[in-house]
């Protein structure tokens, strides 16, 4: 079963401008999270998403947004890039949820740079 | 969200054991207690979870103290392969919420 694949894998970007970086979950998932990475803030949770429903959103401006698909693929979108949206951009997929027990399989990340 | 604490950092040596301690003094009776680590340039990956008693996988073990208020990560005979952070992580109980909250991990040096 192929894991969850996540392009573009780099990017550059200028201040003001927008992304959107996409996710591809394992085939079969239906739970897509999203978190941000960097060297300040560590690992934190942007939002998820299930059968193409927000689920849960972590605490960060409205700039970013996401959607997901009927095939469960997702993007997340920042707009109004700033230099602190620097990061590395982590998609998770888990299989239908039965509790709080499931796996997340993290895909490699897409590294955003904001200049 | 329940927190946890672990040490900033931990060495060890190549076919030796390694115990990764958390503390979570907080956590609440369901609190699933999960452990992941992320190794160099990849995304975090699965290691083992546990809720009372202790667990084993293929990959390290989970020793929980009775309390529940703290546990170790058990690799019984660390690789170069195993150097990487480590994050010990109390799933949030929201109904269905796939939400990890991670701390600042343990970055774990295993050396030749």
């Known amino acids: 079963k192929a894991g969850v694949t996540q392009t573009p894998r780099y990017l550059i970007k200028t201040r003001g401008q927008q992304v959107t970086l996409s996710c591809s979950p394992i085939?079969?998932?239906?739970?897509v999270s999203w978190y941000q990475q960097t060297p300040g803030q560590g690992l934190q949770f942007l939002f998820e998403?299930?059968?193409?429903?927000?689920?849960n959103k972590g605490n960060f401006p409205g700039r970013f947004s996401g959607r997901q698909f009927s095939n469960s693929r997702s993007e997340m979108n920042v707009s109004t890039l700033e230099l602190g949206d620097s990061a590395l951009y982590l998609c998770?997929?888990?299989?239908?949820?039965?509790?709080?027990?499931?796996?997340?399989?993290f895909g490699p990340g897409t590294r955003l740079l904001v200049l | 969200d329940a927190k946890t604490t672990q040490p900033n950092s931990m060495e060890s040596n190549e076919e030796e054991p390694v115990h990764l301690p958390c503390n979570h003094s907080?956590?609440?009776?369901?609190?699933?207690i999960h452990w992941y680590r992320q190794l160099p340039s990849q995304g975090p990956e699965y290691v083992i979870h546990g809720l009372t008693s202790n667990v084993n996988n293929r990959m390290a073990s989970l020793a929980i103290a009775e309390d529940r208020k703290s546990s170790t990560l058990i690799l019984h005979r660390a690789t170069l392969r195993d150097a990487a952070v480590y994050y010990c992580i109390l799933r949030d109980l929201i109904q269905g919420a796939q939400k990890l909250v991670f701390g600042q991990g343990t970055r774990l040096t295993i050396n030749p």
């Open positions: 998770a997929s888990s299989s239908i949820p039965r509790g709080n027990q499931e796996t997340q399989y």
């Open positions: 907080t956590i609440s009776g369901t609190d699933y």
């Open positions: 998403y299930f059968s193409e429903t927000q689920r």
């Open positions: 085939s079969g998932h239906r739970s």
